[in-house]
C-alpha cells in the first residue's frame, strides 16, 4: 500500500495528502523541482470528521499524477496546516503557506467564515486558492481575482431541490434553516428560489446548532402543512430533525451535500430511508465515465472505501491538477491563474468544468440521490 495512507497520528495529523507529493515517482528529486500547493483545513478537532473522506481522496488524485510523472515533469507536493476550523488560523495558516513555504496556489481550504476571511489576502498576494470544500453562494456572488471553484454552489443545489419538486407537484415547501450565520445565508436563498419557481414557500423554522428543538421545529413546521421540507442544515443538527420529522411531520425531507456524511446518515438509522440529498459530483458506484472509472480503480488500490465525499475530494484535485497543467513548466501563482482562465469546457471524464477571465466557477453539476437500505445511495 502506498505511504499516503500510513495510518500512523502523525500522518493523520499533519498530511495524509502531502505524502502524494513524495509518493514513487520522485524519490531523488530536489525540493526545488516540486509544484508546492498549500491547504489550510481542520486536521483535528470536531469538524475534522466532515472533511476526512474529502482529503483521502484528494490524496488518490495526487498520488495518481506523481506515479505518473508529475505534472510536465514535476511532482507536486501539498502542503496542509491544521485550522482546527478557526478562521483566523486559516488566515495564519494561508500567509504561512504563502510567505514561508513559497506555493504556487491554495488549494481545497474548507469553512466559509475562514475562506472569506483569506480572500482579501488573496487578492493582495495575487494568490489562486482552487477548488474551495464550501458551496457558500456569498462567496460566488461576485467575482474574485483569484477564487477558483470546481463544483456547483449551494444555490444551485437548492435550484434542483424546487425543481424537481415542482416536477412532481409538491410545490408547498417547508424550510427548516440553522439558527447559526449559515442558516441565515441559506434561508433567504432558498426563499428566491422557491419564489422564481413558482413553488410557496408555507412555513420556515430555525434548527438550533445541536438540534435540541427539533421536536418543537417540527411540531411548528407541521401545522403548516407542507408538502415536503428543504433543510438547510449540517451537521448533528440534521440528525435530531431528520428523526424528529419522521415522526412529527412525514413529508419527504431535501438535504444540500453538506449533509452526506457517512457517520451522520449511520446516527440516523433507518430514519435516513428515504432522505434525498443532493450531490454536486458523479455517483461513484458505476464506473460507467472515465473520471468513476479512475476513481474506483485508485480507491482500490488504496482499500479506500467508495463514498460521495472521497469522490469530491479526488474530482477537487483532478481539476487542480488540469490547471497546473495548463501554467507552464515554471507554474507562478499567476501562471496558475493565467491556466485556469485558459480552461474552456474541460472533460475529465464524465465530469466536464469551464474556465475563462469572466468566469471562475466551473461546475454547476447537480443530481439528487435518495438514501435506501443499509445507508445506500439510490439515484
Known amino acids: 500500500m502506498s505511504p499516503v495512507f500510513d495510518r500512523s497520528r502523525r500522518h493523520a495529523l499533519q498530511s495524509l495528502a502531502a505524502a502524494a507529493g513524495a509518493a514513487t515517482g520522485f524519490p531523488a528529486l530536489a525540493q526545488d523541482n516540486e509544484i508546492r500547493i498549500g491547504q489550510s483545513i481542520h486536521l483535528t478537532g470536531p469538524m ?104 456547483a454552489s449551494f444555490r444551485d443545489e437548492v435550484v434542483q431541490m424546487v425543481r424537481n419538486l415542482v ?24 426563499e428566491q428560489v422557491i419564489q422564481e419557481h413558482g413553488a410557496t414557500l408555507v412555513g420556515k423554522q430555525a434548527l438550533e446548532a445541536t438540534g435540541a428543538n427539533a421536536a418543537e421545529v417540527s411540531k411548528a413546521l407541521a401545522a403548516n402543512r407542507p408538502k415536503a421540507v428543504l433543510l438547510m442544515a449540517f451537521g448533528p443538527s440534521t440528525v435530531a430533525f431528520v428523526k424528529a420529522a419522521r415522526k412529527l411531520i412525514g413529508v419527504p425531507i431535501y438535504a444540500l451535500s453538506i449533509t452526506n456524511v457517512a457517520a451522520l446518515l449511520q446516527a440516523m438509522g433507518e430514519d435516513a430511508r428515504g432522505l434525498a440529498i443532493t450531490q454536486t459530483v458523479p455517483y461513484p458506484w458505476r464506473e460507467t465515465s472515465g473520471i468513476t472509472r479512475d ?70 453539476f447537480v443530481e439528487i440521490t435518495i438514501v435506501g437500505p443499509d445507508g445506500k445511495f439510490i439515484r
Open 48 to 151: 475534522a470528521a466532515t472533511t476526512s473522506q474529502s482529503l483521502k481522496g484528494q490524496a488518490l488524485a495526487l498520488d495518481e499524477v506523481n506515479r505518473a510523472g508529475g505534472v510536465n515533469g514535476r511532482p507536486v507536493k501539498l502542503i496542509q496546516l491544521d485550522d482546527q476550523y478557526d478562521a483566523q488560523r486559516c488566515v495564519a495558516n494561508v500567509k504561512s503557506l504563502i510567505d514561508t513555504h513559497k506555493v504556487s496556489a491554495l488549494f481545497g481550504l474548507a469553512n466559509s467564515q475562514a475562506i472569506g476571511a483569506t480572500l482579501p489576502l488573496l487578492a493582495e498576494r495575487k494568490m489562486p486558492l482552487i477548488g474551495i470544500y464550501s458551496g457558500s453562494p456569498a462567496l460566488r456572488v461576485q467575482q474574485h481575482p483569484c477564487l477558483f471553484t470546481t463544483a
Open 295 to 364: 476513481f474506483n480503480t485508485a480507491a482500490r488500490r488504496e482499500q479506500l472505501p467508495v463514498t460521495y465525499e472521497a469522490m469530491l475530494g479526488y474530482v477537487n484535485a483532478r481539476v487542480l491538477v488540469e490547471g497546473l497543467k495548463r501554467s507552464g513548466k515554471a507554474p507562478t501563482p499567476e501562471a496558475v491563474i493565467r491556466g485556469f482562465e485558459s480552461m474552456s469546457k474541460v472533460d475529465l471524464g464524465g465530469y466536464e468544468v469551464s474556465y475563462g477571465p469572466k468566469k471562475h466557477h466551473g461546475s454547476a
Open 167 to 190: 416536477a412532481v407537484q409538491q410545490a408547498d415547501l417547508g424550510v427548516v434553516y440553522l439558527d447559526n450565520p449559515f442558516g441565515q445565508l441559506m434561508l433567504p436563498v432558498a
